[in-house]
């Protein structure tokens, strides 16, 4: 089973994407990770990365073509990336969209990286802007479109009010509901 976890940046994907993974038994990649990684190895923020990104677009193409080439080879895995529904839409099982309003991914965010609240305000709208931009020029996606988001995604879930475990049952109770259905 080929799922993909897609959000905006402090929506929780890898924490849920690894939960997800644990608990049905699969792999899991997150392109997240792999970009956090990319940025501290050139001794940068992730602002100042995000910046360097936008003036070489061959690192999104690289990450994202790494997505598709790990999807066709593991079929049990999760995938978080905040492209990953859009990109593998045709070949995943099942595409999760995870939502929540700015504040509370800066708050979050806030948390986990024990930032103060404006400097993680500003880095995330940045980093936000900088890839809405760089995905509509370089795939024709926009992420902002709503109606596309309907299109693209099996589960849409608002988890502002929810925690990690709730989001996570979710999941697994829609996959369920989904797998007794299409058995019918």
Known sequence: MLITISGLHGIGKSTIGRLLAEKL????????????????????SLEQFSMYVEKNP???????Q???????????????????GY????????????EAPLETRVRR??????????KKLKETKLRENSEISRFK??????????????????????????????VVNKIIQKLQKRNKHNKL
Do not use: H, P, W
């Open 137 to 166: 020029d370089l795939y024709g996606i926009d992420i902002t479109n709503e109606e596309l988001k309907k299109e693209i995604f099996d589960i849409i879930i608002d988890t502002k009010d929810l925690s990690i475990e709730q």
């Open 87 to 98: 990109l593998l839409k045709d070949s995943a099982d099942c595409t999760v969209l995870l």
């Open 58 to 64: 061959q690192i999104d193409k690289e990450l994202d």
């Open 109 to 118: 965010m806030m948390a986990r990286d024990e930032e103060d609240y404006q």
């Open 25 to 44: 038994q699969l792999d899991y990649y997150s392109t997240g990770d792999a970009f956090r990684s990319l940025a501290s190895e050139k001794n940068m």
């Open 66 to 84: 790494k997505i598709l080439k790990i999807a066709t080879e593991k079929k049990d895995l999760v995938i978080d990336s905040l492209l990953s």
